[in-house]
């Protein structure tokens, strides 16, 4: 059974923007799966579409098999959103918001409570919960939209950039907690991002949608595998007169400490050392420039005129 | 911030069973998957929440939403009916602010109803928190209704507090309380409405404050509140007939005196026909996503 299961999409705004131009895509049930893409390349779109806030040109949208537009209700039931903006009443205390959406969802205001101290407990929130929202941290803010999200109890969680803007330490909490979310509980994971390292860190599944097509669609780590290239950064001691090319190596010389390298698949970072060492440069440490499924990314959606942003 | 330490709350269900989807269903069960979901007490929860927080919001804000039309109902009976009021004969054969307090009334009424369903509204469109709704399993019918019910609580309520502050102004009591109370009810469903599509295509603060301040305010005082329209040279009575305030406020008057300058069966008919068509309006917006979806 698949979660999501999208054909054909197309969405054309008012004013002729294709934001979507023919999006086919399946998520199967249980699966943790990301969406990348640059800035406006149609994610909040689609995510907008399959959560019912847009209204599609054409195509078909599937939720765990009820079509949106056919079984409307069961598909939202079915789905819980944590979108990119703040959307809740920020005059309102942190306890109704996650109460009125319960009772949208037809939970009895006994059952409705009972979530709702769960999940505000479960994301630290339970001690504000009479705080009105607008007095909550950024961080805050973000955890009270997944609570608010969850407290129907989704078997679709479809989460908008839900780290953006949130520091390294909250970060890495809210992971562990929809790791385990999706582990435990089963709930399939629809997340977008900009840290491709979440993704790879997270996400079983990938797809990359660039200019409202998708460009690439399976497995984190079989495109991880289709990398054609790594890039390290050197720090050399001693280095004079490098060649731009060593062997199969291509060398750039950042200053006088640094060199970056990139080492095509199928190389050993072993021949890389030993060209170093006949060239006389003797290196103190190497990390590598950016995470693999970044560069994959940066190739991927690399417009050759404006650049990917 | 951990998903597993404790073992979720278990909530009994909202059906009878888990929302089924097709793979769980039986193949020789041809049954609609929509048919799992209870949907009917999906909507009947959704619309009690819904007036709850249209409740709580204008009881949170009293003081913007509450005292100032009940100080200006004051200020009109002083003014209008005991100050000026003394000096003006009767009307229709009854004293001045006798024949006011109706109008008085309903324009509490008229405004609050309208003002309460658009600002609630155009702040869920503003902050987004429409989106709250949209995403859920509620039809587009239950969000009017919820809407109209937290609009007509507001303008009942203030309509009932200027009624008991007239009591120190004037000794009347309705002559028909049946109808008093059903054209009140009724005018509030209508200016709910009215308020509800303003909000849907408002896109500003300026958008929510013509209709009321250019159009609803005018047109109340110049549907008979202060007046009867049989004061006026022919022409401007047939031009008020035009003005649908005139219908809700002689009706409303002739529930409380017994008196009226239309028809109270004609007062009626206005009111449902407005209610009707706006309620359309309303719904087909709202289906369509007007205003709420891209």
Known sequence: MN???IAGLHKTYSGDVQALKGIDLTVPEGDFFALLGPNGAGKSTAIGVITSLVNKTSGSVEVFGFDIDKHPEAAKASIGLVPQEFNFNVFEQVLPVVLNVAGYNGLSRRDALTRAEYYLKKLDLWDKRKTPARQLSGGMKRRLMIARALVHEPRLLILDEPTAGVDLEIRRSMWSFLSELNEQHGTTIILTTHYLEEAEALCRNVAIIDGGKIVEHGEVAQLLSRSMMETFVLDARTYSDIPVTLGPFTVRVRDENRLEVDVPQGHTLNELFQLLSEAGVEITSLRNKTNRLEEFFMRLVKRPTTGAA | MNASDESRPVVKPIDSGELNTPSTQSADLPSSPRAALDLVAI????????????????????VQTIVPPSINAILYMLIFGSLIGSRISDMGGFRYIDFIVPGIIMMAVIINSYSNVVSSFFASKMQ???EELLVSPVSNITIVFGYLAG????????????AVVSLFFSDIRPVHPFITLTVAVLTSMMFSLGGLINAVFAKSFDDISIVPNFILTPLTYLGGVFYSISMLPPFWQTVSLFNPMLYMINGFRYGILGTSDIPIWTSFLVIVIFIASLGTIAMMLLNRGTGIKH
């Not at chain 2, 619309?47 to 009293?62: D, G, N, P, S």
């Not at chain 2, 507001?154 to 200027?162: I, N, Q, T």
Request: aromatic letters at 10%; glycine letters at 8%.
């Open chain 2, 128 to 130: 987004n928190y429409i």
């Open chain 2, 151 to 162: 609009g007509m609580a507001r303008g009942l309520l203030v309509g009932s507090l200027v």
């Open chain 2, 43 to 62: 909507n009947r929860i959704a619309f009690q929440t819904i007036v709850r927080k249209e409740i709580r919001r204008f009881a949170r804000i009293w």
């Open chain 1, 3 to 5: 979660a999501l299961s």
